[in-house]
């Protein structure tokens, strides 16, 4: 068995190289589930499950809500998104007050799938 240290070798290194990624991987899809809930709880009652501006808390607002499935909104960097969140018109909520920096960023990640279409984004 003289390849036996090779296989070994070239497992631990494998195994390296997942645990390189798998963190990563599972750090995003855990933003993203945790955006959802800041999202259903603070934003679909006016922004609508899907994101389209149809939210039942909206229907009689002068201004509808923003699509935030319009492709086009997706084009700003994740800095600018929290801007535009953040410093809203109202009726939007004073979310500057209400959202922790890394629920920002959470919030964002799970805006970004509401928007269907892949589109690049501005850095
Ligand atoms: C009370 C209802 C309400 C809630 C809750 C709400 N929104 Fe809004 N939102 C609106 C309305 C209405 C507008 C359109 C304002 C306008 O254009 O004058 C808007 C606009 C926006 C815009 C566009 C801002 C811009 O720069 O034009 C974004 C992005 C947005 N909302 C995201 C969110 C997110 C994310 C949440 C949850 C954290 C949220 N909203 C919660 C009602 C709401």
Request: with cysteine; charged share 30%.
């Given at each position: 068995m003289k390849s036996a240290p090779v296989v070994w070798a070239a497992m631990a290194a494998a195994g390296i190289v997942c645990l390189g990624f798998l963190?990563?991987?599972s750090r995003a899809e855990e933003q993203?589930?945790?955006g959802k809930?800041?999202?259903l709880a603070q934003c679909?009652?006016?922004h609508g499950e899907n994101g389209r501006g149809d939210g039942r808390a909206a229907l009689d607002?002068?201004?509808r809500p923003t699509d935030l499935t319009d492709p086009?909104?997706?084009?700003?960097s994740d800095g600018t998104l929290i801007r535009r969140i953040l410093h809203a018109p109202r009726p939007m909520p004073k979310f500057k007050d209400l959202l922790e920096e890394t629920e920002r960023h959470e919030l964002v990640?799970?805006?970004r799938t509401l928007s269907k279409t892949q589109v690049g984004v501005r850095r």
């Open positions: 963190p990563k991987e993203r589930s945790q809930e800041i999202y679909a009652m006016c607002f002068r201004t086009e909104l997706m084009t700003d990640t799970y805006l």
